[in-house]
């Protein structure tokens, strides 16, 4: 089984609007409250030229005469609204397990749509160039990018880590956004993502990033991502890369002064600074490379007082890293390996596009009976069958499958 998901923060509460309305609402109404605010987001082509405002009321229009459930997925665009059909290439609910537990439905009259109307930036990574062109020490996106459309989607986990990193960086950008004195109630807009390699931080710091950019769409007119890679950053140039550093934060100053612009800045591997400070105090690196590790780290520092500004760090340690900025961190996750569940949507959603494209056939010709009894068939046929391992016993399946199948084909 997977390592236990450990979440360093607990379980938000239930937005205000909801469990006003759950406390006033009869007793007949069911447990979620009438004004779930129901995401939808809405994808506008390239070329569309529609405005913002138009589009959204025609969704919630259209919405609001659909009397339907909601679920997570696509919603199709109706027939009969050429300016829907000419505008729009995609609509879809999103995020209803903010609202609802245990796989229950949300219905029509729970929901309060919230639609976020957008378009995907079709740049690729804007790259700076290492100085001798061989290594990038930073990427550049505008949010939303056509590059992150559906990696929220492709990324599994337990449930729940998803909503509550989303909950708490929303939750972040609205305080700021609303004002709250840092004075009276302190915040921070850190994200810290640890966990073994391969988990999927990285990944899911940008799938972040391009859902907050989607979702505060309307408070801010620019969205941009910044990654930098601490590793690569440290890992060559050490003369270098004291440069490299103020480059990149005279960059960040610049978005980040106009207050229209909302800024994600990735550092990936940030484990590698405290590496890097470590060598050099113990004479292995440069003595230059502890002035600029402190270079970065002063200027991170820095960038948190900006409202605008969202840090997001990731670190394929587990133990604690002696860096005083994500020891501040607020959101704080361990990402670890896939529940068994996830393991099995994701190689389902591999197999699934494999098929779409026609690299893969389905294979019909099993019926329901059969497909009954093939556990059966398949238990009968292994070797010990007192003591069978899940895999011996899936291996064993399939090969019954094989053979009911060209017994059925004569
Ligand atoms: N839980 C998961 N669900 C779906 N895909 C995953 C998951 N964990 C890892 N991956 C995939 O593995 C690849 C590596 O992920 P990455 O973000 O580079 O991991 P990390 O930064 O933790 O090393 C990506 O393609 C990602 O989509
Ligand atoms: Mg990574």
Redesign the pocket.
């Known amino acids: 089984m997977s390592a236990p998901m450990e979440v360093s923060f607990s379980a938000p509460p239930p937005p205000d609007a909801a469990s006003a309305a759950a406390a006033a609402a009869p007793s007949l109404v069911p447990a979620v409250a009438a004004t779930a605010a129901a995401a939808t987001t809405v994808l506008l082509h390239a070329t569309s030229t529609a405005r913002a405002e138009d589009v959204c009321a025609a969704v919630e229009r259209m919405l609001e005469a659909r009397s339907l459930s909601y679920v997570d997925g696509p919603v199709p665009i109706p027939n009969d609204d050429p300016f829907l059909l000419a505008s729009v290439k995609r609509i879809q609910i999103c995020d209803t397990d903010e609202w609802i537990e245990n796989h229950k439905v949300l219905l029509f009259w729970q929901v309060r749509p919230v639609v976020h109307v957008f378009q995907l930036s079709e740049d690729g990574p804007g790259e700076e160039p290492g100085e001798d062109d061989t290594l990038s020490s930073f990427n550049e996106w505008a949010l939303p990018a056509k590059e992150f459309d559906g990696l929220w989607e492709?990324?599994?986990?337990e449930v729940g880590l998803k909503q509550r990193l989303l909950r708490y960086a929303a939750s972040a950008l609205l305080f700021t956004e609303k004002g709250v004195d840092p004075c009276l109630v302190s915040w921070n807009r850190i994200v810290l993502l640890h966990?073994p390699?391969?988990?999927?931080?990285?990944?899911?710091c940008k799938a972040l990033a391009q859902k907050l950019s989607i979702r505060f769409k309307s408070r801010y007119s620019m969205c941009q991502l910044i990654e930098v890679n601490a590793h690569s950053l440290f890992s060559k140039w050490f003369s270098e890369s004291g440069k490299l550093v103020a480059k990149l934060f005279q960059k960040i100053q610049e978005m980040v002064e106009e207050e229209s612009n909302l800024v994600f800045v990735l550092i990936d591997e940030v484990e590698s600074l405290a590496a890097a400070r470590q060598a050099a105090i113990s004479g292995s690196e440069p003595s230059d490379s502890i002035r600029v590790v402190n270079a970065l780290l002063t200027q991170m520092d820095k960038l948190k007082s900006w409202p605008n500004v969202i840090i997001l760090t990731?670190s394929?340690i587990t133990t604690a890293i002696d860096i005083a900025f994500v020891d501040r961190a607020d959101i704080k996750a361990y990402?670890g390996p896939?529940t068994l569940q996830?393991r099995y949507e994701?190689l389902r959603s591999c197999l699934q596009e494999l098929l779409r494209v026609g690299i893969l056939t389905h294979t019909q010709g099993l019926s329901g009976r059969t497909l009954r009894k093939l556990p059966f068939l398949a238990h009968a046929s292994v070797a010990n069958p007192s003591c069978c391992d899940a895999s011996a016993f899936l291996h064993a399946l399939i090969q019954t499958a094989q053979r009911e199948l060209s017994e059925s084909r004569g």
């Open positions: 492709s990324l599994l986990y966990g390699p391969g988990t999927g931080k990285t990944s899911l990731t394929n990402v896939p996830a994701i």
